[in-house]
């Protein structure tokens, strides 16, 4: 099967840098992706990394340890408008699969 | 930006009843899905479909899920007979490659079945 783990919550400070954490287990990979949603909209695709190493898209980057089974998402000079649940989600044998979401409040 | 409709944005139905959700994927995309995110949860995969079949389906999608393509535009779930549990938030999404999943979602229908 597969399964990731995130934290729930974090809090950050406007103007700060926060860093989202993900662990996964499956069988097979082919990549993480993350996703921004706020509340009552769709998820909104940030990210994707399929390599080992750090993907920078202007405040937003992401990094994969494939030997660990790690990503993070890293998120600079923080805006009120950041604060949304994010998702890690994994590419196995098996079709996408998102993580529960860590939410985050950008707080001033 | 070219973007991933559906419609309705709400469907409220009655137990037992048959509905069908819309979606009208990116015109370019080859792969199409439908996921649920019933409130408060994580997003979960339901179906995957691609060349005018289904490529993979979840546990969640059994008998009672369909899905169609019925024309050059448009990507349907029907679900027949809804349950109260079916009652979530709805997701279509499209994407151009299936493996590396940058797929783009549709706004949702929210299914209330009452």
């Known amino acids: 099967g597969q399964s990731l783990e995130q934290p729930s919550e974090v809090t950050a400070v406007e103007g700060a840098i926060v860093q989202i954490n993900c662990t996964y287990q499956?069988?097979?990979?082919?990549?993480l992706s993350w996703y921004q949603q706020h509340d009552g909209g769709a998820p909104t695709f940030l990210s994707y990394n399929a390599l080992d190493g750090l993907e920078e898209t202007g405040r937003f980057s992401s990094f994969l340890s494939r030997s660990d089974s790690y990503g993070y998402l890293l998120l600079q000079e923080l805006q009120m408008k950041d604060s949304a649940s994010y998702f890690c989600a994994v590419r196995g044998n098996t079709p996408l699969v998102f993580g529960k979401g860590t939410r985050l409040s950008v707080i001033a | 930006e070219p973007e991933v409709t559906q419609t309705p944005s709400h469907q409220v139905t009655q137990m037992g009843q048959e509905v069908i959700l819309r979606c009208v994927p990116i015109s370019n995309h080859l792969y199409f899905y439908w996921y649920r995110q019933i409130l408060g949860q994580k997003v979960e995969f339901l179906v995957s479909f691609y060349n005018n079949e289904i490529s993979e389906k979840s546990e969640i999608f059994d008998d009672q899920f369909s899905v169609e393509r019925p024309d050059g535009s448009n990507f349907t779930l029907k679900i027949r007979s809804t349950k109260l549990e079916d009652s979530a938030m709805y997701f279509c999404a499209s994407g151009a490659s299936g493996i590396t999943d940058t797929q783009y979602f549709g706004p949702g229908t929210r299914l209330t079945v009452l």
């Open positions: 499956t069988s097979g990979f082919y990549g």
